[in-house]
Every structure is written in C-alpha cells, then in structure tokens.
C-alpha cells in the first residue's frame, strides 16, 4: 500500500514539475513576442 502511495504521490509531483515547465514556456513566449514587437 505505501508503494502504491508514493507512486502516485510521484506522479502528482511530476504533474506539477510539467505543468510549472509549461507555464514558464509559455510565459517566455509571451514576453518574447511582446519584446519582438
């Protein structure tokens, strides 16, 4: 049962490390093109 916890609790964890890198990409998009202009 605690393996089947800590691998979902590393799965949560690793959602939040990708939907961090993709907000930041997405944010240096925006600052980027707005810089371009």
């Known amino acids: 049962m605690k ?3 800590d691998s ?4 949560k ?3 939040l ?3 961090c ?3 930041m990409a997405f ?3 925006i600052i980027v093109s ?3 202009v």
Not at 8 to 11: A, D, I
């Open 27 to 29: 944010l240096m998009l």
């Open 8 to 11: 979902t609790l590393k799965n």
């Open 21 to 23: 890198m993709v907000t």
């Open 13 to 15: 964890y690793m959602d």
């Open 17 to 19: 490390i990708l939907l």
């Open 3 to 5: 393996g089947f916890l």
């Open 34 to 36: 707005a810089t371009s």
